[in-house]
């Protein structure tokens, strides 16, 4: 029997045309979020934040600054997936419950502060490759956790980051990494597409 996971990588497609009369629960979206945020991060910094756009005036709002894509506002909710920039100071506060869940013993803390910092630390580029690194893992998991709840995901690009940064109070160290529409998918999205021959892909060394 195939495995659900390979199922579900395989049937998963991206979901334009959403049922506009279907919403979701507060609890069924904090869910979506509790399970993507099951994603693994670099030394588990968990620098992302989830926005859920989902009142009709804030995703008209954010359709607007969003290159008007319908699905923004035909969707139950768009996230705006932020990743915050990498900074090892947060690290010792979320590796407290890693050392409090005995997985990890306290004295290891310092070395990874100090690990994180030597790739970060003044390394403004880094810090932002790492804050687009965990934002797409979350939002990879994300996209999963909404297809094993029957749901469809889209994500977008097509916005104008500064517009969305602003109008929704981003802070000073998050980037607006991708919109991720979730809903209920409608009868006309196309199948996943033909992708790419393994040997264009794939180099084994
Ligand atoms: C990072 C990213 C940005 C995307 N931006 C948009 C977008 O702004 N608007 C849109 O309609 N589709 C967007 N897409 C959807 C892609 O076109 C779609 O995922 C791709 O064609 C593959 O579709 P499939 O996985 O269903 O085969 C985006 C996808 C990704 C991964």
Redesign the pocket.
């Given at each position: 029997m195939t495995h659900p996971i390979i199922t579900a990588i395989e049937e998963?497609?991206?979901t334009?045309l959403f049922d506009t009369t279907r919403v979701l629960s507060d609890a069924q979206i904090q869910e979506l979020v509790r399970l993507a945020t099951r994603a693994p991060t670099s030394f588990n910094l968990q620098n992302w934040r989830f926005i859920a756009v989902r009142t009709q005036d804030a995703k008209a709002r954010l359709r607007a600054i969003?290159?008007d894509?319908v699905?923004i506002t035909d969707a139950a909710v768009t996230f705006i997936i932020c990743g915050q920039l990498a900074d090892e100071k947060t690290l010792p506060d979320r590796l407290a419950p890693v050392v409090e869940a005995g997985i990890m013993p306290e004295p290891m803390v310092a070395g990874w502060v100090d690990a994180a910092a030597g790739l970060y630390a003044g390394q403004p580029w880094r810090q932002r490759d790492e804050a687009v690194r965990t934002a797409t893992f979350g939002a990879a998991t994300l996209i999963f956790a909404a297809h094993a709840m029957g749901l469809g995901a889209?994500?977008?690009?097509?916005?104008d980051q500064d517009a969305v940064a602003r109008d929704f109070d981003l802070a000073a160290n998050e980037i607006p990494v991708?919109?991720l529409s979730v809903g209920f998918p409608i009868a006309g999205n196309?199948?996943?597409?033909p992708r790419r021959p393994m040997d264009d892909v794939l180099t084994l060394v």
């Open positions: 998963r497609r991206t334009v969003a290159w894509q699905k889209g994500p977008m690009i097509g916005f991708m919109l196309w199948p996943q597409k």
